[in-house]
Antibody, heavy 120, light 105 residues
Framework: EVQLVESGGGLVQPGRSMKLSCAAS????????MAWVRQAPTKGLEWVAT????????YYRDSVKGRFTISRDNAKSTLYLQMNSLRSEDTATYYC?????????????WGQGVMVTVSS | DTVLTQSPALAVSPGERVTISCKASESVSTRMHWYQQKPGQQPKLLIYKASNLASGVPARFSGSGSGTDFTLTIDPVEADDTATYFCQQSWNGPTFGSGTKLEIK
């Protein structure tokens, strides 16, 4: 059974940093692209970043470029999202998702999500 | 960015057929996907690449369309289908529609 379990969320002040993790199991992690998708409270879904199966390629939405970094450790079957210079508009539930192949532009499995609140 | 437009809400009775539409601001070929999100849960993939049923999804769900106009059909609708349905395109940087909230009367 595919499982994606996020951790690392919470309350953070504007301008500070936070790192999210996603532990994957139930599939060969190193064969799949992964992505982060977020959802602001009572809002719709917003793609944040994608990383290829081997970590060689990364892609970001414009509003997080230069502030967020997606990475992965295939030996640990873990996906990360380093978030710097956080803003109030980054407040959302962040979902770890799996792509159907070596990259991730649609998402066949989702974690339960982790809440990130950016507020002073 | 490619904007996806969905109607905000629908209400139908159990056993009926419901169609949920999604219109793209530019052609996305067949790179359209559909998700179901029940309250308090993560989204679940229903349909990928316009018309392909995701693993484990009941055959009551189907998708169609290409270019700019897409449809998700549920036939027949069941009470458990109460959820918000999102379309998402992957032709030009992933973007999502704002969602259609489906109420079962």
């Amino acid at each position: 059974e595919v499982q994606l379990v996020e951790s690392g969320g919470g309350l953070v002040q504007p301008g500070r940093s936070m790192k999210l993790s996603c532990a994957a199991s139930g599939f060969t992690f190193s064969n799949y692209g992964m992505a982060w998708v977020r959802q602001a409270p009572t809002k719709g879904l917003e793609w944040v970043a994608t990383i290829s199966y081997d970590g060689s390629s990364t892609y970001y939405r414009d509003s997080v470029k230069g502030r967020f970094t997606i990475s992965r450790d295939n030996a640990k079957s873990t996906l990360y999202l380093q978030m710097n210079s956080l803003r109030s508009e980054d407040t959302a539930t962040y979902y770890c998702t799996r792509g159907p192949g070596i990259t991730a532009y649609y998402f066949d499995y989702w974690g339960q999500g982790v809440m990130v609140t950016v507020s002073s | 960015d490619t904007v996806l437009t969905q109607s905000p809400a629908l209400a139908v009775s159990p056993g009926e057929r419901v169609t949920i539409s999604c219109k793209a601001s530019e052609s996305v070929s067949t790179r359209m996907h559909w998700y179901q999100q029940k309250p308090g849960q993560q989204p679940k993939l229903l349909i990928y690449k316009a018309s392909n049923l995701a693993s484990g999804v009941p055959a009551r769900f189907s998708g169609s369309g290409s270019g700019t106009d897409f449809t998700l059909t549920i036939d027949p609708v069941e009470a458990d289908d109460t959820a918000t349905y999102f379309c998402q395109q992957s032709w030009n940087g992933p973007t999502f529609g704002s969602g259609t909230k489906l109420e079962i009367k």
